[in-house]
């Protein structure tokens, strides 16, 4: 499960930040990072403050966008040190943690963090299905990138460590019941199916007049909050597809 835990750093500054979070990560017991254009490659100073890390330093895949590294996840949590004006469903790092430990266990989950100076923007934001804000000193509330990343990084392994002990309790007590998390099936889309879901409401939308491509305002985001508080499965995904493609039709022939 922690192999599927992915760490996304986007547009790190400093590499020295990217060293230390390698040594965040891989004391917890993970080990898939992935660097979105950052600004400096990780040099020898990285190396050095990555320690006995250098391995998941060197392992690092690096993409150009954001939604490159997450689009086969089919969990996606943001991580923001202060409320934005757009709310979005929220989770605290325990929270998260254990979100990512039943989730991991059956795909990808990515755990995304911004710049050093100003965080992520609210387009990165709405990619995800949560975000999560340690809750520091409000007065002070921006931990140093790799910090932040040992302390969400410490809550999985809590979660995780937790989840094994319990499974070892459940074969102990030779117990049958089903682990609430478990139903052999998967529930949730991928990040790639989603988005191909929003492409097409927003073209079918603009289809209708409803959407103004030069004024779009902010409906596609409120959609995206709605959809990925709601996270719809394979099923209703495919209705609302084929929903979408009856308004496609229905504005063709009317014109
Ligand atoms: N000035 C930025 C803070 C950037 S700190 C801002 O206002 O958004 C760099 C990164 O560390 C953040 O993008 C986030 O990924 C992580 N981080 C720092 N403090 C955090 C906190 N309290 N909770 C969650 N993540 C935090």
């Not at 192999?3 to 891989?26: F, H, Y």
């Not at 100073?45 to 990555?50: D, H, R, V």
């Not at 890390?53 to 943001?78: F, H, Q, R, W, Y």
């Not at 040190?81 to 991991?104: V, Y």
């Amino acid at each position: 499960m922690l192999d599927n835990v992915r760490i996304v750093l986007v547009n790190t500054s400093d590499c020295r930040n990217i060293g230390s979070a390698a040594r965040a990560m891989k004391t917890m017991g993970l080990k898939s990072l992935v660097l979105v254009d950052p600004k400096e490659m990780p040099n020898g100073q990285a190396q050095a403050l990555a320690a006995g890390a250098t391995d998941v330093l060197a392992n690092a895949k690096v993409v150009s966008t954001m939604k490159e590294a997450i689009e086969d996840c089919g969990l996606v949590v943001g991580t923001s040190a202060r409320s934005r004006t757009l709310p979005w469903p929220m989770l605290d790092p325990r929270g998260c943690g254990k979100q990512m430990t039943i989730e991991g266990k059956e795909y990808p989950v990515a755990l995304v963090f911004g710049r050093e100076s100003s965080g992520l923007t609210n387009d990165e934001l709405q990619l995800c299905h949560y975000h999560v804000a340690i809750p520091a000193n409000p007065e002070y509330s921006s931990l140093n990138l790799a910090m932040a990343v040992q302390t969400l990084s410490y809550e999985i392994r809590m979660n995780f460590l937790e989840d094994e002990q319990a499974q070892y309790n459940k074969q102990d007590k030779s117990e049958t019941t089903d682990s609430d998390v478990e139903d052999g099936e998967s529930k949730y889309q991928l990040v790639e199916e989603t988005e191909r879901f929003y492409d097409h409401f927003e073209s079918a939308m603009q289809g209708t007049g409803f959407i103004q491509p030069k004024h779009p305002g902010i409906i596609m985001t409120k959609v995206r909050r709605l959809f990925n508080r709601a996270r719809p499965d394979g099923k209703e995904l495919k209705m609302l597809r084929g929903i979408l493609a009856s308004v496609d039709k229905a504005v063709k022939n009317s014109k």
